[in-house]
T-cell receptor, first 112, second 114 residues
Framework: KNQVEQSPQSLIILEGKNCTLQ??????????LRWYKQDTGRGPVSLTI?????NTKSNGRYTATLDADTKQSSLHITASQLSDSASYIC???????????FGGGTRLMVKP | ETGVTQTPRHLVMGMTNKKSLKCEQH?????MYWYKQSAKKPLELMFV???????ENNSVPSRFSPECPNSSHLFLHLHTLQPEDSALYLC?????????????FGPGTRLTVT
């Protein structure tokens, strides 16, 4: 069964600090992995997308890594800001025609 | 904004009511989706439409009835819902149904069933 597990479920950090969110998946065959940011009361917005051959991708202060051998991904947030408070969702696509498998998300709270 | 709009943003309805959720995408996409997001659970795919044809229905109860009159509009008709149907309902669209095609989400409709 295709699954995406994220950790931690929730995280509180101080403004300006860095943090790393984890995503483990068992989706096979693998096509791509996305990280989404979802603000409270809003829909998810894509941050990064990585295919099998990519092991790192950055979007401003967000850097995603992918290890396709161990089926793990991480999202590193640098110099956190209050606006980074949101849920971060890892989403894996199985192949060209498969639908997406969603992780449960990590709820991040950045405090001043 | 993502180019996907949803109305209403909030809805409270009784179990005997009939209501409809509306989604519109301004991106020229060919595929549209309905998702349910319950507290502390991953997003659950409900329905997929591709070129106005329903191509997937993930064992959703018949009290949820989708309608896609054209490639830009998607509706979710609701009737005789249960309290456990309270959730955030998200609409999304993508260029096509391929796994690599990015899905753009609307802001969602927060539904409360009393």
């Amino acid at each position: 069964k295709n699954q995406v597990e994220q950790s931690p479920q929730s995280l509180i950090i101080l403004e300006g600090k860095n943090c790393t969110l984890q995503c483990n998946y068992t989706v096979s065959p693998f096509s791509n992995l996305r990280w989404y940011k979802q603000d409270t009361g809003r829909g998810p917005v894509s941050l990064t997308i990585m295919t099998f051959s990519e092991n790192t991708k950055s979007n401003g202060r967000y850097t995603a890594t992918l290890d396709a051998d161990t089926k793990q991904s991480s999202l590193h947030i640098t110099a956190s800001q209050l606006s980074d408070s949101a849920s971060y969702i890892c989403v894996v696509s199985g192949d060209a025609g498969n639908m997406l498998t969603f992780g449960g998300g990590t709820r991040l709270m950045v405090k001043p | 904004e993502t180019g996907v709009t949803q109305t209403p943003r909030h809805l409270v309805m009784g179990m005997t009511n009939k209501k409809s959720l509306k989604c519109e995408q301004h991106l020229g996409h060919n595929a549209m989706y309905w998702y349910k997001q319950s507290a502390k659970k991953p997003l659950e795919l409900m329905f997929v439409y591709s070129l106005e044809e329903r191509v997937e229905n993930n064992s959703v109860p018949s009290r949820f009835s989708p309608e896609c009159p054209n490639s830009s509009h998607l509706f979710l008709h609701l009737h005789t819902l249960q309290p456990e149907d309270s959730a955030l309902y998200l609409c999304a669209s993508s260029q096509d149904r391929r796994g690599r095609a990015e899905q753009y989400f609307g802001p969602g409709t927060r539904l409360t069933v009393t």
